[in-house]
């Protein structure tokens, strides 16, 4: 049998095993959701968010596109995280990204690769900002991984320069934002441990969308 049709026998045993388990699961996800995380992820098909994150549905809100970017002219990203923060009023926002990504790749060699230009500019424009970071570091693998980090980094701060975060955050204190990292060779996540709170700091001045008019 092929993957296509097997997807639907997997799904008839999945059903049957959630109803063993709770014979009113899918009634109950019928009723709603309220998840209380934001997962921001790569399209990649080796880094499926629930599976990574051992979370059941309703658990999480999931976004995911190529390298796992929120750029600020983005509709989809950006209303997802909107409808995230001001409707499903999630704790945390989760960007997280993976080494051998890609799309990160991608951007790291001089190609035109076409109407994915656009797109993979945005992290272009990150090895622009680390640039002297980046280039000092010898071995080119190690430096993959890095823009990856840096990546994820920036996407975070991207989140953060909204003003329907920002908004939030003032008035409830959350959501909190998290950059992580999921190593494929090795199945773990890592938690990058960003200081936002300085970083926040560095760029208030500019980012700043509180302010009544």
Known sequence: MDLYNQ?????????????????DFFQYLSRGQSPEILYIGCSDSRVTAEEIT???PGQMFVHRN????????????LSVVVYAVEHLQVKHIVVCGHYYCGGVKAAMQSKDLGVLNPWLRNIRDV???????????????????RLVELNVQEQCINVIKMAVFQKAYLKNKYPEIHGWVFDISTGRLIDLNID????????QEIYDLTQEV
């Open 54 to 56: 051992g979370t059941e």
């Open 66 to 77: 190529i390298a796992n970017l929120v750029p600020n002219n983005d509709n989809s990203s």
């Open 127 to 145: 090895y622009r900002l680390h640039k002297n970071e980046l280039n000092a570091i010898s071995n080119e693998e190690e430096r993959y991984k």
């Open 7 to 23: 997807i639907f026998e997997n799904n008839s045993k999945w059903v049957a095993e959630k109803k063993a388990t709770q014979a």
């Open 196 to 203: 936002f709170p300085t970083i926040l700091s560095s760029i």
